[in-house]
Nanobody, 127 residues
């Protein structure tokens, strides 16, 4: 059974840092495109960052220079490092994985490309 499990969310002060992890089981992430999406209350889910198997990455404009996506294929894990967080980063963050069937930018703009999803982890930025 394919499964993605996120962890690392929590309450963080503005300007602080957090690292999200996503562990896959039942399948290998090695040749998959992986992504992090988020959904804030009352808003649609949006692509935050994605990385393909060739380590090409995409970031939505609002997180460029602050967030970093990485992957450890040996651990079958994807990470999202959040630095200098802002209140607008508050959301449920979801991990996703799927075969690379489109350009990394296209895949990250729409969540329709991904077939495997985690249950989400809450990130709350507040003082």
């Amino acid at each position: 059974q394919s499964q993605l499990v996120e962890s690392g969310g929590g309450l963080v002060q503005p300007g602080g840092s957090l690292r999200l992890s996503c562990v896959a089981s039942g399948f290998s992430l090695e040749y998959e495109t992986v992504g992090w999406f988020r959904q804030a209350p009352g808003k649609e889910r949006e692509g935050v960052s994605c990385m393909d198997s060739g380590l090409n990455s995409y970031y939505t404009n609002s997180v460029k220079g602050r967030f970093t996506i990485s992957r450890d294929n040996a651990k079958n894990t994807v990470y999202l490092q959040l630095n200098d967080v802002k209140s607008e980063d508050t959301a449920v963050y979801y991990c996703a994985a799927g075969p690379q069937i489109a350009h990394i930018t296209d895949m990250c703009i729409s969540d329709a490309w991904f077939g495997n999803w985690g249950q989400g982890t809450q990130v709350t930025v507040s003082s």
